[in-house]
Protein backbone atom coordinates (compact mmCIF):
# COMPACT_ATOMS: atom_id res chain seq x y z
CA UNK A 1 0.00 0.00 0.00
CA UNK A 2 1.13 2.88 -0.88
CA UNK A 3 1.14 5.95 1.35
CA UNK A 4 1.01 9.94 0.48
CA UNK A 5 2.43 12.50 2.80
CA UNK A 6 1.75 16.12 2.53
CA UNK A 7 4.91 17.85 2.63
CA UNK A 8 5.52 21.85 3.44
CA UNK A 9 6.52 23.99 0.50
CA UNK A 10 9.65 25.79 1.95
CA UNK A 11 8.94 28.31 -0.51
CA UNK A 12 6.03 29.38 1.61
CA UNK A 13 6.80 27.75 5.19
CA UNK A 14 6.76 29.16 7.83
CA UNK A 15 10.10 31.60 8.75
CA UNK A 16 12.04 30.15 11.99
CA UNK A 17 12.88 32.75 14.58
CA UNK A 18 16.64 33.17 13.45
CA UNK A 19 15.32 33.60 9.65
CA UNK A 20 13.11 36.19 11.16
CA UNK A 21 15.29 38.06 13.63
CA UNK A 22 17.96 38.32 10.28
CA UNK A 23 15.48 39.75 8.14
CA UNK A 24 14.55 42.41 10.78
CA UNK A 25 17.05 44.73 9.45
CA UNK A 26 15.55 44.88 6.29
CA UNK A 27 12.54 45.47 7.19
CA UNK A 28 13.43 48.22 9.46
CA UNK A 29 15.06 49.72 5.88
CA UNK A 30 12.23 49.75 3.78
CA UNK A 31 9.78 51.06 6.63
CA UNK A 32 12.56 53.84 7.59
CA UNK A 33 12.90 54.75 3.69
CA UNK A 34 8.95 54.49 2.95
CA UNK A 35 8.64 56.53 5.91
CA UNK A 36 11.10 59.52 4.70
CA UNK A 37 9.08 59.10 1.48
CA UNK A 38 6.21 60.11 3.22
CA UNK A 39 7.04 62.32 6.00
CA UNK A 40 10.09 64.29 4.11
CA UNK A 41 7.66 66.87 2.28
CA UNK A 42 5.47 67.42 5.51
CA UNK A 43 7.66 67.82 7.97
CA UNK A 44 8.54 70.72 10.16
CA UNK A 45 9.13 72.14 13.95
CA UNK A 46 6.66 74.78 14.48
CA UNK A 47 9.05 75.55 17.58
CA UNK A 48 12.31 75.69 16.28
CA UNK A 49 13.78 79.45 14.60
CA UNK A 50 13.92 77.41 10.97
CA UNK A 51 10.76 75.69 10.93
CA UNK A 52 10.89 73.64 7.71
CA UNK A 53 14.23 72.99 6.38
CA UNK A 54 16.42 72.85 9.27
CA UNK A 55 14.38 69.71 10.60
CA UNK A 56 14.63 68.05 7.14
CA UNK A 57 18.23 67.93 7.28
CA UNK A 58 18.45 66.77 10.96
CA UNK A 59 15.89 64.02 10.18
CA UNK A 60 17.95 63.34 7.23
CA UNK A 61 21.10 63.03 8.62
CA UNK A 62 19.80 60.70 11.27
CA UNK A 63 17.81 58.74 8.77
CA UNK A 64 21.42 58.42 6.95
CA UNK A 65 23.41 57.15 9.68
CA UNK A 66 20.65 54.43 11.18
CA UNK A 67 20.23 53.52 7.17
CA UNK A 68 24.23 52.91 7.19
CA UNK A 69 24.24 51.28 10.25
CA UNK A 70 21.28 48.59 9.13
CA UNK A 71 23.50 48.24 5.63
CA UNK A 72 26.34 47.57 7.96
CA UNK A 73 24.80 45.10 10.79
CA UNK A 74 23.14 42.89 7.28
CA UNK A 75 26.52 43.24 5.39
CA UNK A 76 27.83 41.48 8.43
CA UNK A 77 25.47 39.07 9.08
CA UNK A 78 26.14 37.46 5.20
CA UNK A 79 23.60 38.96 3.57
CA UNK A 80 24.07 40.19 0.06
CA UNK A 81 24.19 43.90 0.20
CA UNK A 82 24.11 45.70 -3.46
CA UNK A 83 25.55 48.83 -4.58
CA UNK A 84 24.25 50.24 -7.69
CA UNK A 85 26.93 51.87 -10.13
CA UNK A 86 25.07 53.71 -12.51
CA UNK A 87 25.23 57.00 -13.32
CA UNK A 88 23.27 59.30 -10.74
CA UNK A 89 24.91 57.26 -8.00
CA UNK A 90 28.48 58.10 -9.25
CA UNK A 91 27.64 61.77 -10.10
CA UNK A 92 26.46 61.98 -6.21
CA UNK A 93 29.79 60.50 -5.11
CA UNK A 94 31.92 62.80 -6.86
CA UNK A 95 29.84 65.96 -5.86
CA UNK A 96 30.65 64.33 -2.14
CA UNK A 97 34.04 64.07 -2.68
CA UNK A 98 34.35 67.45 -3.99
CA UNK A 99 32.82 69.05 -1.49
CA UNK A 100 34.75 66.77 0.96
CA UNK A 101 37.96 68.45 -0.83
CA UNK A 102 37.17 71.72 -0.39
CA UNK A 103 36.22 71.23 2.80
CA UNK A 104 39.45 72.84 4.27
CA UNK A 105 39.06 75.96 1.91
CA UNK A 106 35.75 76.66 3.29
CA UNK A 107 35.91 80.18 4.83
CA UNK A 108 32.91 78.86 6.74
CA UNK A 109 34.08 75.31 8.31
CA UNK A 110 31.03 74.50 10.08
CA UNK A 111 28.65 74.90 7.38
CA UNK A 112 31.28 73.56 4.81
CA UNK A 113 30.79 70.50 7.03
CA UNK A 114 27.10 70.84 7.13
CA UNK A 115 26.90 70.04 3.69
CA UNK A 116 28.99 67.26 3.37
CA UNK A 117 27.23 65.62 6.21
CA UNK A 118 23.92 66.79 4.49
CA UNK A 119 25.14 64.74 1.30
CA UNK A 120 26.50 61.87 2.97
CA UNK A 121 23.12 61.13 3.95
CA UNK A 122 21.56 61.58 0.73
CA UNK A 123 23.65 59.60 -0.58
CA UNK A 124 23.31 56.44 1.94
CA UNK A 125 19.91 56.96 1.40
CA UNK A 126 19.57 56.93 -1.78
CA UNK A 127 21.32 53.62 -2.23
CA UNK A 128 19.15 51.87 0.63
CA UNK A 129 16.67 53.22 -1.42
CA UNK A 130 17.76 51.67 -4.72
CA UNK A 131 19.07 48.53 -2.31
CA UNK A 132 15.81 47.61 -0.96
CA UNK A 133 13.39 48.90 -3.65
CA UNK A 134 15.33 46.75 -6.54
CA UNK A 135 14.97 43.31 -4.72
CA UNK A 136 11.38 43.57 -5.65
CA UNK A 137 9.85 45.38 -8.22
CA UNK A 138 6.42 45.52 -6.13
CA UNK A 139 8.43 47.77 -3.62
CA UNK A 140 9.07 50.76 -6.03
CA UNK A 141 4.72 50.47 -6.81
CA UNK A 142 4.19 50.74 -2.91
CA UNK A 143 6.75 53.86 -2.96
CA UNK A 144 4.85 55.09 -5.36
CA UNK A 145 1.74 55.07 -2.95
CA UNK A 146 3.36 56.59 -0.39
CA UNK A 147 4.38 59.35 -2.84
CA UNK A 148 1.03 60.28 -3.89
CA UNK A 149 -0.37 60.15 -0.38
CA UNK A 150 2.29 62.93 0.84
CA UNK A 151 1.49 64.65 -2.41
CA UNK A 152 -2.09 64.97 -1.61
CA UNK A 153 -1.46 65.98 1.39
CA UNK A 154 0.66 68.47 0.55
CA UNK A 155 -1.48 70.07 -1.77
CA UNK A 156 -4.54 70.09 0.83
CA UNK A 157 -2.54 71.65 2.66
CA UNK A 158 -1.60 74.31 0.59
CA UNK A 159 -5.19 74.69 -0.80
CA UNK A 160 -6.58 75.32 2.89
CA UNK A 161 -3.96 77.49 3.69
CA UNK A 162 -5.11 79.68 0.64
CA UNK A 163 -8.68 79.56 1.21
CA UNK A 164 -7.57 80.79 5.13
CA UNK A 165 -5.62 83.81 3.86
CA UNK A 166 -8.61 84.84 1.51
CA UNK A 167 -11.36 83.71 3.95
CA UNK A 168 -10.19 84.56 7.02
CA UNK A 169 -9.37 81.20 8.29
CA UNK A 170 -7.33 79.77 10.77
CA UNK A 171 -4.72 77.73 8.40
CA UNK A 172 -2.12 80.59 8.01
CA UNK A 173 -2.51 81.39 11.96
CA UNK A 174 1.70 81.51 13.12
CA UNK A 175 2.89 82.42 9.46
CA UNK A 176 4.74 85.78 8.58
CA UNK A 177 4.16 87.07 4.96
CA UNK A 178 7.14 88.16 3.57
CA UNK A 179 6.60 87.68 -0.27
CA UNK A 180 3.81 90.43 -0.18
CA UNK A 181 0.96 88.56 -2.20
CA UNK A 182 -0.74 85.33 -1.47
CA UNK A 183 1.74 82.62 -1.62
CA UNK A 184 4.03 83.83 1.02
CA UNK A 185 1.55 81.96 3.44
CA UNK A 186 0.97 78.79 1.21
CA UNK A 187 3.80 77.15 2.20
CA UNK A 188 2.55 73.80 3.42
CA UNK A 189 5.17 71.80 4.59
CA UNK A 190 8.14 73.11 2.71
CA UNK A 191 8.52 76.85 3.73
CA UNK A 192 8.01 78.09 0.46
CA UNK A 193 5.62 78.37 -2.53
CA UNK A 194 8.14 77.39 -5.37
CA UNK A 195 9.48 74.74 -2.76
CA UNK A 196 5.89 73.16 -2.59
CA UNK A 197 5.13 73.43 -6.33
CA UNK A 198 8.57 72.07 -7.66
CA UNK A 199 7.51 68.73 -4.96
CA UNK A 200 4.15 68.53 -6.28
CA UNK A 201 5.58 69.01 -10.27
CA UNK A 202 7.86 66.14 -9.37
CA UNK A 203 5.17 64.02 -8.41
CA UNK A 204 2.51 64.57 -11.09
CA UNK A 205 3.64 62.45 -13.68
CA UNK A 206 4.43 59.80 -12.05
CA UNK A 207 1.14 59.49 -10.13
CA UNK A 208 -0.90 60.24 -13.71
CA UNK A 209 0.94 57.32 -15.20
CA UNK A 210 0.22 54.87 -12.11
CA UNK A 211 -3.64 56.03 -12.13
CA UNK A 212 -3.73 55.13 -16.15
CA UNK A 213 -2.01 51.45 -15.67
CA UNK A 214 -3.55 50.75 -12.50
CA UNK A 215 -5.94 48.14 -12.54
CA UNK A 216 -8.47 48.94 -9.48
CA UNK A 217 -11.08 51.11 -10.14
CA UNK A 218 -10.53 52.57 -6.34
CA UNK A 219 -7.17 53.11 -6.30
CA UNK A 220 -7.50 55.26 -9.81
CA UNK A 221 -10.29 57.29 -8.25
CA UNK A 222 -7.86 57.99 -5.29
CA UNK A 223 -5.06 59.16 -7.67
CA UNK A 224 -7.75 61.24 -9.93
CA UNK A 225 -8.53 62.77 -6.67
CA UNK A 226 -4.88 63.49 -5.87
CA UNK A 227 -4.17 64.83 -9.30
CA UNK A 228 -6.94 66.99 -9.23
CA UNK A 229 -5.81 68.30 -5.90
CA UNK A 230 -2.15 68.45 -7.09
CA UNK A 231 -3.41 70.39 -10.13
CA UNK A 232 -5.42 73.23 -8.22
CA UNK A 233 -2.57 73.33 -5.72
CA UNK A 234 0.14 74.15 -8.84
CA UNK A 235 -2.52 76.90 -9.74
CA UNK A 236 -2.52 78.35 -6.36
CA UNK A 237 1.37 78.51 -6.04
CA UNK A 238 1.71 80.02 -9.17
CA UNK A 239 5.29 78.70 -9.77
CA UNK A 240 5.93 80.13 -13.22
CA UNK A 241 9.46 77.92 -13.33
CA UNK A 242 8.06 74.59 -12.11
CA UNK A 243 4.71 74.93 -14.08
CA UNK A 244 6.82 75.20 -17.01
CA UNK A 245 9.18 72.36 -16.24
CA UNK A 246 6.19 70.17 -15.59
CA UNK A 247 4.42 70.82 -19.22
CA UNK A 248 8.09 70.44 -20.77
CA UNK A 249 8.16 67.08 -18.80
CA UNK A 250 5.12 66.29 -19.96
CA UNK A 251 5.58 66.87 -24.19
CA UNK A 252 8.75 64.83 -23.22
CA UNK A 253 6.60 61.94 -21.88
CA UNK A 254 3.95 62.44 -24.66
CA UNK A 255 7.19 62.38 -27.27
CA UNK A 256 8.05 58.84 -25.82
CA UNK A 257 5.15 57.13 -25.19
CA UNK A 258 3.36 58.70 -28.59
CA UNK A 259 4.06 55.24 -30.12
CA UNK A 260 1.92 53.35 -27.75
CA UNK A 261 -1.10 56.27 -27.57
CA UNK A 262 -3.45 53.78 -29.35
CA UNK A 263 -3.19 51.09 -27.12
CA UNK A 264 -3.34 53.43 -23.87
CA UNK A 265 -6.23 54.73 -25.44
CA UNK A 266 -8.02 51.78 -25.68
CA UNK A 267 -6.58 50.79 -22.20
CA UNK A 268 -7.65 54.01 -20.18
CA UNK A 269 -9.39 56.42 -22.47
CA UNK A 270 -12.21 56.93 -20.20
CA UNK A 271 -9.62 58.11 -17.54
CA UNK A 272 -7.66 60.14 -19.63
CA UNK A 273 -10.94 62.09 -20.64
CA UNK A 274 -12.22 62.01 -16.47
CA UNK A 275 -8.64 63.50 -15.79
CA UNK A 276 -8.51 65.91 -18.51
CA UNK A 277 -11.90 67.06 -17.66
CA UNK A 278 -11.61 67.81 -13.99
CA UNK A 279 -8.69 69.82 -14.85
CA UNK A 280 -10.36 71.58 -17.35
CA UNK A 281 -12.99 72.58 -14.50
CA UNK A 282 -10.41 73.21 -12.27
CA UNK A 283 -9.10 75.78 -14.14
CA UNK A 284 -12.45 77.47 -14.28
CA UNK A 285 -12.95 77.76 -10.73
CA UNK A 286 -9.73 79.32 -10.14
CA UNK A 287 -9.75 81.39 -13.02
CA UNK A 288 -13.48 82.63 -13.02
CA UNK A 289 -15.18 85.15 -10.54
CA UNK A 290 -17.66 82.52 -8.62
CA UNK A 291 -18.09 82.16 -4.71
CA UNK A 292 -16.07 79.34 -4.65
CA UNK A 293 -12.81 80.65 -5.71
CA UNK A 294 -10.95 82.30 -3.12
CA UNK A 295 -9.22 84.57 -5.55
CA UNK A 296 -12.36 86.14 -7.17
CA UNK A 297 -11.99 89.98 -7.70
CA UNK A 298 -14.21 92.85 -7.86
CA UNK A 299 -12.00 95.23 -10.25
CA UNK A 300 -12.12 95.10 -14.12
CA UNK A 301 -9.15 93.35 -14.39
CA UNK A 302 -8.68 89.91 -15.46
CA UNK A 303 -10.65 87.67 -13.35
CA UNK A 304 -9.65 84.88 -10.89
CA UNK A 305 -6.50 84.05 -10.02
CA UNK A 306 -4.77 85.83 -13.30
CA UNK A 307 -6.10 88.64 -11.98
CA UNK A 308 -4.72 88.90 -9.04
CA UNK A 309 -1.58 87.65 -9.89
CA UNK A 310 -0.38 89.73 -12.77
CA UNK A 311 -1.25 92.56 -10.38
CA UNK A 312 0.69 91.48 -7.26
CA UNK A 313 3.85 93.77 -7.28
CA UNK A 314 5.92 90.23 -6.67
CA UNK A 315 4.82 89.12 -10.36
CA UNK A 316 5.45 93.20 -11.57
CA UNK A 317 9.39 93.17 -9.84
CA UNK A 318 10.12 89.51 -10.35
CA UNK A 319 11.51 89.88 -13.60
CA UNK A 320 14.01 93.11 -12.58
CA UNK A 321 15.03 91.30 -9.73
CA UNK A 322 15.78 88.05 -11.20
CA UNK A 323 17.71 90.07 -13.48
CA UNK A 324 20.12 91.49 -11.02
CA UNK A 325 20.31 88.21 -8.88
CA UNK A 326 21.50 85.79 -12.18
CA UNK A 327 23.62 88.92 -13.54
CA UNK A 328 25.39 90.13 -10.72
Aim: charged content about 10%; proline content about 5%; some cysteine.
Amino acid sequence: MMTLRKTRNPRTSALSMPQRLSSLPSLLQGLLVLVALFAAPLLFEPWTYEQYLLPKYTAAAGLGILLALLLWTRACAGQLVRLPLHAVNRWLALFLLWNLVLWPLAQSPSLAADRVLWLAAVLVISWAWQEWAGQRPRRILLAAWCLAASAGATALWALWQDASIHWGWAGTAGLLNRLGDWRGVVVAGLGNSDYTAMFLAIAYLPLLLLMLFTRSRIQAAALLLTLWLTAAALIVTWSVGNNGALILGALVLATCIRKHFGHLWHKAGRRILIWTAGCLLIIAWLSTNNPLNPHQRADDGLPGIFGEAFASERWIAGGPTRGVIWFN
